[in-house]
């Protein structure tokens, strides 16, 4: 097929319809295009030559094959457009913005809109700087430990949290999780001797009294409510009562719900 050409563009800038490289058969002024026809070679072409006079310095700036891929390996980079929400949208039938690019000054964003979860299989996830923000209904419980259950081997998470001396409640805040934690034992570390402490949640005594027996010295709760010690979610346990002159460590065991 030989080439032609169609000045309906803008003045001075052809439109070609050929079936070879434009690169090496046809020479235009810049801004005119080019689409190749021949089969296997379909794509879409800008002539980039410097100034106004005709040449021969053509892009490939579009190759879809006969699928509608879009072959990219001649590009160096993608420039969306600025101030955009959105910029792209890449989907499939029935969710047109599965991936979104958004370029909105200052709210600048990329979205996963998808049903199912969005995977890393290799590589895995390195958060250089700022934030990895979660609600907290979309926590899996599997991937921090596993559901108790009765004759089951069930991983626990002990928390521990300094008290100073003297009077007024520690709190220690339990980590945000789907279904909860409940409180099965609790035990201070004193500086020194003096203090009474216990565990509670709210108003209502998780564990008996513990009284500081002096330096580094362990006292057990012998009382644990296992009511009153539920946390649906996360919450915050506290630790009440009246220490001695050194303070110490609480330290607080949680299982899930």
Same mark, same amino acid.
Do not use: H
């Given at each position: 097929?030989?080439?032609? *050409?169609?000045?309906? #563009?803008?003045?001075?800038?052809? *439109? ?11 020479? =235009? ?16 072409? #800008?002539?980039?030559?410097?100034? %106004? ?13 006969? +699928? ?19 910029? /792209? ?17 200052? %709210?600048?964003?990329?979205?996963? +809109? ?8 290799? $590589?895995? /996830? ?10 907290? %209904?979309? /926590? ?14 069930? =991983? ?5 949290? &300094?008290?100073? =001396? ?23 570390? =004193? +500086? ?9 949640? $709210? ?5 008996? %009294? ?16 296992? &009511?009153? $010690?539920? *946390?649906?979610?996360?919450? &915050?346990?506290?630790?009440? $009562? ?8 609480? *330290? ?6």
């Amino acid at each position: 097929m030989a080439s032609y *050409f169609v000045t309906s #563009i803008a003045p001075g800038q052809w *439109f070609y319809v050929t079936d070879a490289t434009p690169a090496a058969t046809i020479s =235009a002024p810049r801004g005119s295009l080019a689409i190749r026809t021949d089969v296997g070679n379909e794509s879409i072409w #800008i002539n980039v030559t410097a100034g %106004a006079n005709p040449g021969t310095d053509w892009e490939r700036i579009i190759s879809p094959d006969i +699928n509608g891929d879009l072959d990219l390996t001649g590009v160096d980079q993608i420039t969306l457009l600025d101030n955009a929400s959105p910029a /792209l949208d890449i989907g499939s039938t029935g969710l047109l913005n599965l991936l979104r690019f958004i370029t909105t000054n200052g %709210a600048e964003a990329v979205e996963y +809109n998808g049903v199912n979860p969005f995977k890393i299989n290799t $590589g895995g /996830l390195n958060v250089v700087a700022g934030t990895v923000a979660l609600p907290e %209904a979309s /926590l899996d419980v599997a991937s921090a430990t596993t559901d108790a259950a009765d004759g089951a081997v069930t =991983a626990s998470l002990v928390l521990r949290k &300094t008290y100073p =001396a003297g009077a007024g409640p520690t709190p220690v805040v339990l980590p945000a999780r789907v279904g909860g934690w409940r409180v099965v034992d609790a035990y201070i570390v =004193a +500086n020194g001797a003096g203090g009474t402490l216990r565990v509670k949640n $709210g108003a209502n005594n998780i564990t008996n %009294a513990m009284a500081e027996g002096g330096a580094d010295t362990i006292t057990r709760a012998t009382n644990c409510s296992l &009511t009153n $010690g539920v *946390f649906l979610s996360g919450g &915050t346990v506290s630790l009440e $009562g009246v220490a001695g002159t050194s303070g110490g460590s609480v *330290f607080i065991r949680v299982e899930p719900l």
